[in-house]
Structures are given as C-alpha cells and as structure tokens.
C-alpha cells in the first residue's frame, strides 16, 4: 500500500510489471515490480524514465529445504524468517492485484472507450470489476493476518529458544561448580547428555480416585435431556446418582439406591416431584428425605444427596465433600454459534486416557483417516502454540484452538470450508467455524460419561432437518469408534505396566500439561499448575 501512497504524493502515473503473465484467480510465482512513470499520459514513455519504487523476488526459491529433519534453534529461526519474507512478497502480490484492477477501472471509464461501448455492457463490467477489487481486498487482509500469525510464531520460538539457553546455561554451571577435578574436564556435551529425561509415568492399574478430584463442579447432563417426569440415572467416582426435578422444577441428585432394602430408584417413576420406589413405593424429595412410606408406620429416613445446579442448559454436581465454590464455568458457545447436537454416551475406558485423546490433534491424519480427517496430508511439524503458564493455545499447522477447563473439559474451534476440510492457518483466518465442547465424566475407574456439544456459526437451517440429530450421533459415534480401539489398547497394556506417557515429544504439551495438573490434585497440591485459582 507503501507504493500506492508514494506515488499519490508524486502525482505519477504507475506502471506495474510482473515476471510473468497476471493472473487474477492465483498469485503467480516469480518476481514483480512496480515503477512510477515520468511523462506524459497517453505518450509512449522510455525505460530511463522510469523509476522504481519497489522490485520483489519470489523468496520460496531461496528458502533451505528443511523436510523430515530436526532443526537446532538457528535453522529453525531461518525458516521463520523466510515465512516472513514470503508474507512479505505475498502481501506485495496482493497490492500488485489491486493496482491492476484499479488500471481496468480507468480503462472502462475513459471517455473514449466508453463511446464504443453500451450502457449494459459498463454497467457489467464495472460489477465484475467491483466484485474483483472486494475479492482482492480481502485477500489483502488474510496476507496481514498471515503477517500476524508469523510474527507471533517467531516471538514464541525465540522466547522458548531464550528459556532453553537460560535454563541450558544455569543446568550446566550448577553441575560444572559441584564436579570434582577429575570430571570438570568433562565436555558440556558429555554433562548434556548425562541428564535424565524427564518422563511422565501413567502406568498400572488406575488408582482410586483422590478426594481433591471430587472437589470441583462436574457437568453431568444436558438440561434437554431431563424432564419434569423423567429420570437420569449416572455414575460418577464409583458411585450410583440419579438426578430428577423436584415440584419446583429445579433439579436434584440423590444416591440411586432405596434406603429400605437397596433397590435402585431409577426403576422407579417420579411423582410430583418425588422418587419413587418400584420395590415399596418409598418417595424421595431432591434433597434426599423420604416424605412417603407407605403401608408402615413413618420414620425420618434420608439418602445421600449432593449439591447439583443447572446453568446454560447444563447440569451440573459436585460430589466432593468440601463446601462447593460459588462460580460455576461458562461452557456456552462463543457469540454467533448456535447449538446443532447435544449427546451423552457411556465409554468403556479411564476418563483420564480419553482426555490425553482428545487433547491430541497430531494423531488426526493417522486415525481418523474415514471421518474427518481423510485426506489430510501429513505435516512435517505439528505444534501446539501455548503461554507458558496456561492451558490453552492453538494448534500449528492447524487452524484449531483448543482449550483444558479443570477438572475433565475440553473445548476446541476449528475453522472450516466445507465439511471435512480445514481453511486457512488460523482460526481468524477462517470464515466458518465448529465448536466443540467434550465433558469426560469419570464414572469409573474404566468407564467415562461423555458429554458432547457441537455448534456451528454457519448453516442454520440444519436445526430444522428432520432427523439431523441421529446423522450427528451417527457421525460422532463413527469418530469415536476410530479412537476407541486404540485407546482401548492403551489402557491394557497401562493396567499390564506399560506407561502410556513414555516418551512425550513436542506436539505434547496439552496433554502433558493436564497431566501434570492431574499429579498435582492427586498429591493434594494447594497451588494447582497452569490455573488463577490458589
């Protein structure tokens, strides 16, 4: 745009050269220039009187061929430099595009081209013109998102590369300052390559659940699904609830188990906002007292009732034995969603393992191959973009955010074309976009309660297809099932001693990090890792 200013001061006509022939449907590769031109409109002008204000090679010929091998921190910076370089003459491209259409504009308009043409066919051109310069416009403002995105990726890996080299250099002078004479002849290589790494160890039998788990707010139905006469029955930590609206119509969740002689509840119906029994008829209130005993004198008899609250077409327990807290999380779709399908399903596999799933984008093109990701290609680096201390980011080259919310949710955008395909290398890039909210309930040691939500910002007529929540269901249980059997290898060999968190490499870090505040919970850490809360 630089160039356009430039010359508007100058009061030059411009003339625009390119390497090789303009075309306005593809950016074409090679070199460009742009010249402003000295003479008179109209008259043939030479080469001495042009000059030029800038002359841009295509940089992609230059870059270093990096495929399929690890870099060191200086390659890796010379490759984020040269994405700039290609933003740059991108971006440059883009402004050559909309200078040639500006040129055909005056060319429609001249008045004498104007006399051999119809009123109909300017007015048609000019359309196809304005549609054209829109077009190229906002191709400008992708190029500056791209320029954006890049910038942000090269401050990332120089912060990570300074952390490592602080940390490097701090590692290193510690050791050599403790060696002995004998080993302070050592070379920093041999001391690098004599420390441990560090590993993650998620192996054997899944241990019970430790209390500080219990004591968070756990999502564990969807509004919808619960009526006024209806029951839901679940399991959460190993232990049976059935949640039921009481006369007020607010929700309430009690031990699914008769205190009489232990018979389920949920084989029951709900009366008036009471439990019933099927075995003697007992009835139950949300707040666990029974208030019907029939065909025996009463006695005050109360069941186990946990706190429960339903908010934004949730609801949601809290089945630890500390006082809850007072804020429950926004899990509502961002503005401009609307909400397609809301679906529960019972998975027979450590809620655990399946969240180091779902935090996983790396494994997509290899899994999902008849789903959603066929005909994905494979990229050379895949990389999740994240602060240091936070458990949310971006994935890299995907245009996918992803985010962990404590204790079991994960939530994640992804910017779309069409179905099936992604768009663009970032999810502001994008121009139609899927969110997903996934709740991993831990019913059991090898069971998990799933809770998915998926929203579009597009295509809102799909709401009123009759039958689109069984295609939903039908789809999202054909994902499922693609990583089911390999999550549930995984969870026999961890019961049989393999650890599942081996060899955790950079694509990782999500995973790693909710493990890591997992361990944190379990050993009753009062500070937990990567969140605000104490």
């Known amino acids: 745009m630089s160039a356009i200013a430039t010359a508007a001061a100058l009061s030059l006509p ?6 090789s022939k303009f075309s306005n449907k593809r950016c074409v590769r ?5 010249f402003a031109v000295l003479g008179e409109e109209g008259g043939l002008v030479e080469r ?22 690890f870099l060191d921190a200086n390659q890796a910076l010379e490759v984020a430099r040269y994405d700039l370089q290609y933003c740059d003459w991108k971006a440059r491209q883009d402004v050559l595009t909309i200078m040639h259409l500006h040129e055909k504009v005056v060319e429609v308009l001249n008045p004498l081209a104007r006399e051999f043409k119809s009123i109909d066919t300017l007015r048609k051109e000019l359309a196809e013109l304005q549609e054209e310069l829109s077009l190229a416009h906002n191709q400008v403002h992708i190029s500056e998102a791209r320029v954006s995105t890049a910038l942000d990726k090269l401050a990332y890996m120089e912060t990570l590369i300074n952390e490592k080299i602080v940390q490097e250099r701090n590692t290193t002078e510690a050791e050599l300052s403790l060696a002995t004479p004998s080993t302070s002849t050592e070379s920093l290589e041999t001391v690098k390559n004599r420390q441990p790494k560090r590993n993650l160890n998620v192996s054997g039998p899944v ?11 756990y999502p564990v139905a969807f509004s919808a699904d619960l009526k006024n006469d209806t029951m839901i029955p679940l399991d959460c930590f190993e232990k049976p609830w059935v949640i039921f609206r009481g006369k007020d119509g607010k929700p309430g969740c009690v031990r699914n188990t008769c205190a009489h002689r232990a018979c389920p509840l949920d084989l029951g119906t709900v009366n008036e906002g009471r439990i019933q029994c099927p075995y003697h008829g007992w009835e139950y209130s949300t707040d666990g007292k029974c208030e019907k005993m029939p065909s025996t004198k009463f006695v005050n008899v109360k069941i186990k009732a946990l706190p429960c609250f339903e908010q934004e077409g949730m609801i949601w327990i809290w089945p630890g034995d500390d006082p809850p807290t007072a804020n429950i999380p926004s899990l509502l779709p961002p503005s401009g969603f609307q909400i397609h399908a809301e679906i529960v399903m019972e998975l027979p596999v450590e809620h655990g393992l399946l969240l180091d799933n779902l935090l996983d984008l790396a494994h997509a093109p290899f899994t999902h191959t008849s789903t959603f990701a066929k005909g994905w290609s494979v990229p050379s680096l895949v990389k999740f973009l994240t602060p240091s201390s936070g458990l949310e980011g971006y994935w890299d080259p995907y245009p996918i955010d992803m985010e962990f919310k404590p204790p079991c949710i994960v939530l994640s955008t992804i910017g779309i074309s069409k179905p099936g395909k992604l768009e663009g290398q970032s999810t502001k890039e994008c121009t139609t976009h899927l969110h997903q909210l996934h709740v991993c309930l831990p019913s059991s040691r090898q069971k998990t309660r799933l809770l998915y939500r998926m929203s579009l910002d597009f295509a809102p007529i799909l709401k009123h297809v009759p039958f689109m929540e069984h295609l939903w269901r039908h789809f999202a249980e054909k994902v499922l099932n693609e990583d089911l059997r390999l999550v549930l290898g ?14 955790p490499v950079s694509y990782d870090k999500l995973g790693v990090r909710y493990r890591q505040w997992r361990d944190s919970v379990d050993r009753g850490s009062k500070r937990l890792p990567f969140t605000k809360s104490p």
């Open 48 to 69: 001495k009187n042009t000059w030029t204000i800038f002359n841009v090679e295509d940089p992609r010929s230059k870059v270093p061929q990096y495929k399929n091998k």
């Open 207 to 217: 241990k019970p659940y430790d209390a500080g788990l219990k004591n968070f707010w």
């Open 30 to 34: 090679g070199g460009f220039g742009v």
């Open 490 to 503: 995984q969870q026999q060999r961890m019961i049989d001693g393999e650890n599942v968190w081996n060899w």
């Open 14 to 19: 411009i003339s625009l050269s390119c390497a």
